[in-house]
């Protein structure tokens, strides 16, 4: 993505972008309505979602029947301050992902009663990067949380590709395991897809395997499992009562990880989806006609207000990190998206952090628990 995406973020900057302090006071006055209705808005998505038990298997039926059209439910209620200015929703990752990991336990609980197995994860970890590390611990605390065993192989940076198939290996033949993850990036010198080639089909929870892409492509198959970050987009945009049926969705950025795969997801759910990246010519103008924008490019406020229609839902990707010396680590963490400026034109937004990063974590966890499900006969569900 680097080069790419830094090529992007230079074609960006050479365009004239308003500048920021001229959007600060509105931004800030976006901000304290923001404040006030997100404590509404979490009320009200509470309420909603103790009303809906289709969590961890959205429906990804596909059909050209006009009838699920107009079936489709409404859409939620706009909230308008006294001045008729409209007010943003600011999308609570946090209190999502916690609502997940609470069915999932209440789920390991069950299966650990009728089959005296708990779900495993084990995750591969090479190399000393400090936010591998961190994304790591966050996967490994989700699995204590709702009593998923997990399992951690930390190679050092400079081991051989040998030793991390070795490691993949000894996972996929481990009856106790039920998905096993290779955090990326690896290390330049080694062979990504030779690696990933290694998990084995039925334990790959992240969703790379070709098999599985192939599969989520292919709208009359199952996939069994789904890339966790674009699971992450399509329950955050469901949960906040988004309907995408026939909406205009763009996706910035076409990786693996989170682009590709969530473009796949949203056109089983009929959305009519663009995908854009660092050779687009014209990614505003695309952005600016979108109903919703999904930021994964990995370019720190690539993203600014001017590039959004009054009204879109943006669910911001992006997981930078920037140097911060007051940090407890040296650095935090930022989105692909200018959110002071986004916040005053969207109707819905995605912090960063709090917003699609628990959640990606929380789809780990029920993918993990799926896969588990399947081996002891507990359901056949479908990611
Ligand atoms: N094989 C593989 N699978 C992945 O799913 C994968 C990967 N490699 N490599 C890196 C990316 C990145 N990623 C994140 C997941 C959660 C947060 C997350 O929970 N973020 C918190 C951060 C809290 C903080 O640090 O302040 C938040 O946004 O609130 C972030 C990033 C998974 N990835």
Redesign the pocket.
């Known amino acids: 993505m680097g080069a790419a995406a830094v090529a992007l973020l230079a074609a960006t900057r050479r365009r004239s972008t308003p500048p920021v302090t001229s959007l600060l006071s509105r931004a800030v006055r976006g901000l304290h309505e923001a404040t006030a209705a997100a404590e509404e808005d979490r009320a009200r998505a509470r309420r909603r979602r103790s009303s809906s038990s289709r969590l961890l298997g959205p429906d990804i039926s596909d059909t050209w029947d006009p009838s699920p059209r107009a079936a489709a439910r409404p859409p939620p209620p706009r909230d308008y301050a006294v001045d008729c200015e409209p007010t943003v929703t600011i999308i609570d ?1 946090k209190s999502i992902a916690e609502d997940i990991r609470l069915q999932i336990s209440e789920e390991v609980r069950q299966m650990k009663n009728a089959v005296g197995h708990v779900p495993g994860l084990a995750v591969v970890l090479v190399g000393d990067r400090r936010d ?1 590390q ?2 790591v611990r ?1 996967k490994v605390k989700g699995c204590e949380e709702v009593g998923i065993k997990s399992l951690l192989a930390e190679l050092p940076g400079n081991c051989t590709e040998d030793e991390v198939v070795d490691s993949v290996a000894r996972f996929n033949d481990d009856p106790s395991v039920h998905g096993v ?4 990036p690896l290390p330049q010198h080694m062979d990504e897809e030779k690696i990933l080639n290694t998990i084995s089909l039925d334990k790959d929870v ?1 969703g790379f395997h070709p098999l599985n892409v192939g599969n989520l492509a292919l709208r009359s198959r199952k996939p069994l499992f789904v890339s ?2 674009a699971k992450a987009c399509l329950e955050l945009l469901l949960q906040s009562g988004i309907d995408l049926m026939g909406k205009h969705v763009t996706i910035i950025g076409r990786s693996k ?1 989170v682009g590709l795969p969530t473009s796949l997801l949203l056109q089983r759910h009929h959305a009519t989806v663009s995908v854009i990246h660092a050779f687009t010519a014209n990614p505003e103008e695309i952005t600016r006609e979108s109903d919703i924008v999904i930021s994964a490019a990995g370019v720190a406020n690539l993203v600014r207000g001017s590039w959004l229609k009054q009204g879109a839902v943006v669910i911001d990707v992006g ?1 930078n990190p920037v140097e911060d010396p007051d940090s407890d680590y040296g650095y ?2 930022t989105g692909d998206v200018c959110f002071e400026e986004a916040v005053t034109v969207a109707s819905a937004i995605t912090p ?7 959640v ?2 929380a789809m ?1 966890l029920a993918n993990t628990l799926d896969s588990a499900k399947r081996v002891y006969g507990l359901s056949d569900s479908t990611p």
């Open positions: 990752g591998s961190s994304y966050f993850l290779v955090q990326l992240d966790c970050a990880v997981t935090r963490l960063v952090p709090g917003g699609v990063g628990p990606t974590i780990l």
